[in-house]
Structure formats: structure tokens, C-alpha cells
């Protein structure tokens, strides 16, 4: 199998998998999914990118360069929605 098609079924695997998961995540009301919705979505994109690199699609320093230009916004935006998770969880406690 060619590193394209590798990669293609590789990453639909994991796609099905990974939604799978988080499926059963929302159906627990204890999960705090909706804190991790964020983390969620950066643990896809790193795990998309290294099948990529691991099945010879892309080579491993265009991974490292393609995760590296996700941490900076995607740190950011974990941030942000942790703190404004944060936010409101203060607020409910208030009312």
C-alpha cells in the first residue's frame, strides 16, 4: 500500500476511534467533556500529523514543523477555554 493510502486509512481508523471516544465522553454527564473539548481537538490534529509522518506521507520534519506552528495558538486557545471554563464554573457557583 502506497504512504498516501496508508495514510488515508490510517487517519479514518483513528478518526473513528477518536469519535468513538469522545462519543461516550459526552454521554457521561461526570466527564467534563465540555472542558476538554479543546484538548479534544489538539490531540487529533497531533496524532493526524504523526500517522502522516509515519506512514511516509509527509517526512518527519515537515511533522515537526507543522506541530510546532500549532503550539503557539493552540496553547492559546487551551488556555483561553480552560480559563473561561473556569470563569464559569465561578459564576454557577455564585448562583
Given at each position: 500500500m502506497d504512504a498516501k493510502l496508508t495514510t488515508i486509512v490510517a487517519t479514518a481508523v483513528f478518526g473513528a476511534l477518536f469519535?468513538?471516544?469522545?462519543?461516550?465522553?459526552e454521554e457521561d454527564p461526570n466527564s467534563g467533556h465540555d472542558l476538554l473539548?479543546?484538548?479534544?481537538?489538539?490531540?487529533?490534529?497531533?496524532?493526524?500529523?504523526?500517522l502522516a509522518a509515519a506512514c511516509g506521507y509527509i517526512s518527519w520534519q515537515c511533522a515537526r514543523r507543522v506541530l510546532v506552528a500549532f503550539v503557539?495558538?493552540?496553547?492559546?486557545?487551551?488556555?483561553?477555554?480552560l480559563r473561561r471554563n473556569q470563569e464559569r464554573s465561578a459564576r454557577y457557583d455564585r448562583n
Open positions: 469519535n468513538e471516544l469522545v462519543a461516550r465522553m473539548v479543546s484538548l479534544e481537538v489538539s490531540v487529533g490534529v497531533a496524532v493526524t500529523v504523526i503557539a495558538p493552540g496553547l492559546l486557545m487551551i488556555t483561553g477555554s
